[in-house]
């Protein structure tokens, strides 16, 4: 078999094990739904000045807030939980001969494929309750496909780093949870510096896209910086754990 | 309690103390939600609706006390989903060992009320170097239920569902009660959102923390809502213990 084919298996395999549970699609569909309602509704009761400095209505900050939100964890969770389970078969493949580097290859295309589809469906389904018209939708892919390639290297690098379960969802609930109270804006915090959490980017490259109609191209260098960081400490994390521990 | 219960809270206790990256966690993750908020918060009044009263309070003393329940809700529903989650297996052979059902929802229970307690502890330790509630002892109280009520929704949970949709369910649930619809910066909240497991307590927390009478139907309200859920609970543990 070649590199290609064996990345490929690889991708087919860490796809297929998510897809298996029809739970996991059942949430992958309903969770963006309801996030995305849920956060329109609960922004709607704040009075609509002197707590958040929205760019929109409340309403579609909290939508735009709940997309974001829920594509980050989707992604986030997925990554943990695919690095805990996969963490044993890959030392064993890589003591079988398979290359680290297809094994990391195969596991970031795994999250970006299937970051891509939960970024797809959060985009459509944000796009059909806002129901005003969006002219940038492709852009709001762009927003939430940030917001999954963060949270699904962030859920390698500490599913890499805590390789147990509980001890692992904690700090990605928590990490979530925190960041995606800096990006909503709740607590009016500085912006020099919530400009940190990784969810605050992509927040504003949604928020621009369905407010402006534009790509928010300040924010693409952050963002960008915070993938390209998330991505070194992943793949350094998982090529350790994968290669560099005794078995 | 008899000596199979000390027996087996014994060993899920001494299978806590053998994590101590969890035990670490239990502590830091509280200091660093709550510190973060109360530290990076701009020092003005905000105001609050409480029991239909507006109330000003400064910023970073309303973070501290908002995001107790919210930390606690959070790391209590995690802690009780994984709780079921790891020990089911060996319970499920306990069981056949002549272990009886209620012996081992017992002491499950009893380990869920330590982790939660120790949650709570740490919040509180944050939280009250920010803050100093009006009333001390009815805003603990208002957090120990509030963590009691999502560790079980997240026993709950964690009967119901696997692992990884389980996490999800307890990652955006108390984010959603206790933060977006138990805030009372809201001034139009709707009504149905009373009806959601971390309405009572925190309803009595902002009312212990920022003004000086609470109102008991809350405190009432909100262990009702603990019995009931651990009456559901208990019901479920059982049934999945009971296993032949």
Do not use: K
Request: net charge negative.
């Amino acid at each position: 078999m070649t590199a290609l084919g064996r990345v490929g298996a690889g991708v087919r395999a860490g796809t297929q094990s998510f897809v298996r549970e029809p739970f996991n699609v059942v949430l992958l569909l309903v969770l963006p739904a309801l996030s995305i309602q849920i956060y329109g509704v609960s922004l709607a009761q704040f009075p609509a000045v002197g707590i958040f400095d929205a760019a929109g209505t409340l309403e579609t900050t909290g939508r735009i807030t709940g997309a974001v939100f829920a594509t980050g964890a989707l992604a986030g969770v997925l990554g943990l939980f695919q690095m805990i389970s996969a963490r044993h078969a890959d030392r064993r493949l890589a003591l079988c001969g398979f290359p680290d580097v297809e094994l990391v290859v195969s596991r970031l295309l795994t999250i970006a494929v299937v970051g891509s589809v939960i970024a797809g469906v959060a985009t459509v389904t944000l796009v059909a309750i806002l129901g005003e018209p969006v002219s940038a939708a492709p852009l709001v892919f762009v927003g939430l496909g940030v917001a999954a390639a963060a949270y699904g290297l962030l859920g390698i690098l500490v599913g890499t780093v805590l390789p147990r379960e509980l001890e692992g969802s904690l700090v990605l609930v928590i990490l979530a949870d925190v960041d995606n109270v800096f990006a909503s804006g709740l607590f009016g915090i500085d912006e020099s510096i919530t400009q940190f959490a990784p969810l605050s980017h992509p927040h504003e490259l949604v928020t621009a896209a369905v407010v402006d109609g534009q790509l928010a191209t300040e924010h693409l260098l952050p963002a960008g910086g915070h993938l390209l960081v998330f991505a070194v400490l992943s793949i350094a994390a998982y090529t350790y754990a994968v290669g560099g521990e005794p078995a | 309690m008899n000596g199979r219960v000390r027996t087996l809270a014994a060993m899920g206790a001494r299978e806590f103390a053998r994590t101590p990256v969890l035990l670490a966690l239990l502590v830091v993750l509280p200091v660093y939600v709550i510190g973060v908020f109360v530290l990076l918060v701009d020092d003005t009044a905000v105001p609050l609706t409480i029991d239909g009263s507006v109330v000003n309070a400064e910023m970073s003393a309303f973070a501290a006390a908002f995001m107790t329940p919210v930390t606690v809700a959070i790391l209590a529903g995690i802690v009780g989903l994984f709780l079921m989650q790891s020990s089911q297996a060996a319970d499920d052979r306990l069981r056949l060992a002549g272990y009886r059902a209620g012996e081992l929802v017992t002491a499950r229970f009893g380990l869920l009320v330590v982790g939660t307690l120790l949650v709570t502890a740490a919040s509180l330790a944050v939280a009250l170097t920010a803050v100093t509630p009006e009333l001390l002892g009815w805003f603990v109280l208002a957090t120990v239920l509030t963590g009691l009520t999502y560790g079980i929704l997240g026993v709950v949970v964690g009967v119901v569902l696997d692992r990884l949709p389980g996490v999800y369910v307890m990652l955006f649930a108390p984010m959603v009660d206790v933060l977006m619809f138990q805030n009372p910066l809201a001034t139009d909240p709707p009504t149905w959102t009373s009806a959601l497991p971390g309405h009572y307590a925190t309803e009595l927390l902002f009312a212990a923390t920022f003004t000086t009478s609470v109102d008991g139907t809350d405190a009432v309200a909100a262990g009702g809502y603990v019995l009931l859920l651990l009456v559901l609970g208990t019901g479920l543990l059982y049934r999945t213990t009971a296993v032949e």
